[in-house]
């Protein structure tokens, strides 16, 4: 019988290196010879990602955040059903950048979707599938929103819907995270990502080896 798989995401505000840390983790996981399966929300399958591309450029924002969330909600259940799930069947490390977290805080503590409503589109989407585990990086929205700004810069990109919001909705959505954070701490941990990018690698890396693959080692003894 094939072990489980492990769902890792990665949560955060804007330019807090989600993607940077995804990629060094997944290299490190395919070094010890896993199966790693590195994907985004929205997006990760055809369907999805041709949802992403409407929510990002802001055309459903005037339809409201209700509206958005459960466009994010369509685009995620064919996200798990597609890739998701069928990955961690056959015992992959699934690395996700952003799942139902974000939807939390950008649609529900910062757009004002009640917490009912995000729960129903939740259970809809993904059943009973959780994250094994949630990185939640965390940095001063200043400086995550300048780090967004130079490599939009670099490829010649204009601020998607969600980087364009003000300095007062980036400052509440950190506080959000942090809150998700501290309500289930077992499943998150927030790691400083205004540290090097090397160390903040090596405290996913860490935290990723002592919670699964240590315990995975000592088990098959």
Do not use: W
């Not at 940077?20 to 983790?25: F, G, N, V």
């Not at 929510?55 to 969330?69: D, F, N």
């Not at 529900?108 to 979707?113: K, N, P, S």
């Not at 001063?140 to 967004?148: D, H, I, K, S, Y």
């Amino acid at each position: 019988m094939t072990e489980a798989g492990r769902f890792v995401t990665f949560e955060g505000g804007e330019g807090v290196g989600k993607s940077t840390q995804l990629d060094l983790l997944a290299a490190h996981l395919r070094a010890r010879g896993l199966e790693v399966v590195t994907t985004r929300e929205p997006g990760g399958t055809p369907r999805a990602e041709a949802l992403r591309k409407v929510l990002l450029s802001g055309r459903i924002a005037p339809l409201g955040t209700l509206a958005e969330a459960a466009l994010f909600a369509a685009a995620r259940l064919d996200h798990v059903q597609n890739l998701i799930a069928p990955a961690l069947a056959r015992g992959a490390f699934v690395l996700c950048d952003r799942f139902t977290d974000s939807t939390r805080a950008y649609q529900g503590a910062r757009g004002g979707v009640a917490p009912q409503q995000l729960a129903l589109l939740e259970r809809a989407a993904v059943g009973a599938l959780r994250p094994d585990l949630t990185i939640v990086l965390d940095l001063p929205p200043g400086v995550g929103m300048n780090r967004a700004a130079e490599r939009r810069a670099a490829r010649g990109l204009r601020a998607d819907r969600f980087e364009a919001e003000d300095a007062v909705f980036h400052e509440g959505l950190r506080r959000a995270f942090l809150d998700i954070a501290e309500q289930e701490p077992e499943r998150c941990c927030v790691i400083d990502a205004g540290q090097p990018v090397d160390a903040v690698a090596r405290a996913i890396r860490q935290l990723v080896e002592a919670r699964f693959l240590d315990a995975q080692a000592a088990a098959a003894q």
